[in-house]
């Protein structure tokens, strides 16, 4: 069995890796907002946009209760294998059909980010902040996933 500075690395790691995906997400969805016309696909991507922020600073206040500093921000290179790495093509070419496609992208990793967290230890009241997280993350990957359905 690991001892416990072993399972706090552990965690922690695994908490700072949803950070990163979180923070990744809340700028992609940001820029995303900004590059689309239509309103209601713009106030959509600004909800996911400050629900990933609450969800980073809800995991960075967990790291801190271990000790540590938390993850502060996403990552150039991590955010292009978090699935954000087409969007500023769809951005510049402002297709809304393709920023619609590249969202439910970041998405599917994201939500491969948190089930495998998910698979992961963690003690149980974390496991019961990231579940609700991953919930909403699922629900924006649908929503994505029926958008870019009815596009078609």
Same mark, same amino acid.
């Given at each position: 069995?690991?001892?416990?500075?072993?399972?706090?690395?552990?965690?922690?790691?695994?908490?700072?890796?949803?950070?990163?995906?979180?923070?990744?997400g809340e700028q992609g969805f940001k820029e995303a907002?900004?590059?689309?016309?239509?309103?209601?696909?713009?106030?959509?991507?600004?909800?996911?946009?400050?629900?990933?922020?609450?969800?980073?600073?809800?995991?960075?206040?967990?790291?801190?209760?271990?000790?540590?500093?938390p993850e502060n921000t996403g990552s150039i290179a991590?955010?292009?294998?978090?699935?954000?790495?087409?969007?500023?093509? #769809? %951005?510049?070419?402002?297709?809304?059909? $393709?920023?619609?496609?590249?969202?439910? =992208?970041?998405?599917?990793?994201?939500? @491969? &980010?948190?089930?495998? #967290? %998910?698979?992961?230890?963690?003690?149980? $009241?974390?496991?019961?902040?990231?579940? =609700?997280?991953?919930?909403?993350?699922? @629900? &924006?990957?649908?929503?994505?996933?029926?958008?870019?359905?009815?596009?078609?």
């Amino acid at each position: 069995m690991k001892d416990q500075p072993e399972i706090n690395k552990q965690v922690i790691s695994t908490l700072n890796t949803l950070i990163e995906v979180c923070k990744d997400g809340e700028q992609g969805f940001k820029e995303a907002a900004h590059a689309v016309s239509d309103p209601e696909l713009k106030t959509l991507c600004l909800q996911y946009s400050g629900e990933r922020s609450l969800f980073a600073r809800e995991l960075q206040y967990e790291v801190r209760q271990l000790q540590t500093t938390p993850e502060n921000t996403g990552s150039i290179a991590g955010a292009l294998h978090r699935g954000w790495l087409n969007l500023k093509a #769809a %951005l510049t070419a402002q297709d809304e059909d $393709a920023i619609i496609a590249e969202c439910e =992208r970041g998405e599917d990793v994201a939500k @491969a &980010a948190y089930e495998k #967290a %998910l698979s992961d230890y963690l003690p149980p $009241a974390l496991t019961g902040v990231v579940q =609700r997280q991953y919930q909403k993350v699922r @629900a &924006a990957h649908d929503r994505f996933s029926a958008l870019q359905k009815a596009a078609k």
